[in-house]
């Protein structure tokens, strides 16, 4: 059978009937139609499973509830159509209730109406059948091995940890800085587990204003507050037997970090105007640029809801910690984009290469993405110079590539803007400042309480 064609079962033991309802349903060349005279025939050959049946109310071995019961505990998908010679409302709803599609009376309009319903059962599959194809695809898209590049250990490392969140459904707290790929390994853990075939939910809850977020979270009834025109169902809801994604985590207020802390013990939510609890099953991950444990201690993080996120916690290095695979993931991009663009192989000059090298990128992959799209659009002949990467970055203090702080100020001057900007960057992690800039983590303990700089 093509992908294309609509398998249908037509259970009716009047010979004639029957023939009627497949001339009928055989004008469109894509239905398949096969036709049973007992109940009994047709569940023997489910084997094959129709994508349609049609079920003759009144069989001799079978009536047509008992019949859609014994169907529908075989192949719960499968769409029944009862026809019935008599019109009786009782038996027509305990029919749909069961989970029969449609319930059409016997007369000389049967077929045509047959047909109706046959056709927007049609649309239905071929929505359902394209819903699969498309997560299959975005499936294989995010697969870890091929969506995310890296040989470095630290990758290799996390290669090991995704297959291990992928295989469980335990919570996955990811930090690193921005543009370093947390939600892209987000998606990967998705993909690659159970959870596939339903939905990733993201939700950035830095880009949410405040008074808006909860009801983003867990959805509003009609008419919980101004503006709540319609009811509107909540990303956990959404997300139900998926996965929630809460990119940006640290940046909920406390009063959500609370709510939220009784959702994940209760695992049910409530909209924001409801009454009744909704229970729901999706898995969670988190991920934040900055460190959460420090977020605690400072009073800004609930202690609780933490250790209720922490699961299993991955840290994605930054890119300058990630040794050659800078040019294997700005080669991969090169070749995506121009096989995307049309334009010619390019390949990087051996100057633009040790200036990928030697440039710290404060934008991480998303930056290199960037830059090597560029120098592929302004390269010549095939070939990108040192020229075509214009390393534009917000941070030319602590650029590899040699910037210079464009002031005029003193010596030290220019040392405590530079300390400074890096304990905002590192979050005033006094180690990582250090070691960044190969000083001693006594000058920088010296230059705070000097008043010389100060913790972010
Ligand atoms: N190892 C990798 N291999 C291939 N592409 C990557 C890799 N890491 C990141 N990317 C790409 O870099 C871009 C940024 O990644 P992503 O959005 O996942 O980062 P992020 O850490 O979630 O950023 P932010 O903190 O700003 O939300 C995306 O286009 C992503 O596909």
């Not at 294309?4 to 009937?17: P, Q, R």
């Not at 050959?45 to 019949?67: M, Q, W």
């Not at 950035?204 to 169902?233: D, Y």
């Amino acid at each position: 059978m093509s992908s294309t064609s609509i398998s249908i079962f037509i259970v009716e033991d009047n010979d004639w009937y029957a023939e009627l309802l497949a001339y009928k349903l055989t004008q469109n060349p894509d239905y398949v139609v096969r036709r049973f005279a007992t109940a009994q025939s047709c569940l023997d050959s489910l084997s094959e499973p129709p994508d349609i049946i049609t079920l003759d109310y009144a069989l001799p071995d079978g009536r047509g509830d008992e019949v859609l019961r014994r169907l529908k505990e075989r192949l719960p998908d499968v769409s029944v159509i009862v026809i019935s010679a008599q019109e009786d409302i009782r038996t027509a709803v305990g029919l749909l209730q069961q989970g029969a599609y449609e319930y059409l009376v016997k007369d000389e309009e049967t077929a045509d109406r047959l047909w109706f319903t046959v056709g927007n059962i049609v649309q239905k599959l071929a929505l359902r059948r394209e819903n699969t194809q498309l997560r299959k695809q975005i499936g294989q898209k995010y697969d870890a091995r091929r969506a995310i590049r890296g040989n470095s250990p630290a990758m290799r490392q996390l290669f090991t940890l995704i297959d291990k969140a992928a295989r469980t459904n335990i919570t996955v707290s990811i930090v690193g800085e921005t543009g370093t790929g947390k939600e892209l390994v987000a998606k990967a853990i998705h993909y690659g587990s159970d959870r596939r075939e339903a939905s990733f939910v993201a939700v950035n809850v830095a880009a949410i204003p405040r008074e808006l977020l909860e009801s983003e979270l867990f959805g509003h009834e009609k008419g919980a507050f101004t503006g709540a025109v319609a009811r509107r169902v909540g990303r956990f809801e959404e997300a139900h037997r998926g996965t929630l994604f809460l990119d940006e985590v640290a940046e909920l207020d406390l009063s959500l970090q609370a709510k939220l802390l009784r959702v994940l013990q209760e695992r049910e939510v409530s909209r924001v105007g409801g009454n009744g609890a909704i229970a729901f099953d999706a898995r969670l991950m988190v991920a934040t640029h900055c460190d959460l444990a420090r977020e605690v201690r400072e009073g800004r993080f609930r202690e609780d809801l933490y250790y209720r996120l922490l699961g299993l916690p991955i840290e994605l290095p930054p890119l300058r910690e990630r040794g050659d695979d800078v040019l294997l993931l700005a080669e991969g991009f090169l070749q995506e984009f121009c096989q995307q663009n049309n334009l010619v192989a390019c390949s990087l000059s051996e100057e633009a290469r040790q200036k990928l090298l030697r440039h710290s990128f404060p934008g991480n992959v998303r930056e290199l993405k960037a830059l090597v799209e560029l120098a592929a659009v302004l390269a010549e002949n095939g070939t990108i110079a040192a020229t075509d990467l214009p390393l534009r970055s917000p941070h030319p203090a602590t650029d590899r590539a040699g910037g210079v702080l464009p002031t005029n100020d003193s010596l030290r001057a220019q040392t405590t803007a530079i300390v400074q900007h890096c304990l905002n960057r590192y979050d005033g992690n006094i180690l990582q400042v250090a070691a960044q800039l190969q000083i001693g983590k006594s000058t920088i303990y010296r230059m705070l309480q000097n008043g010389e700089v100060q913790l972010p």
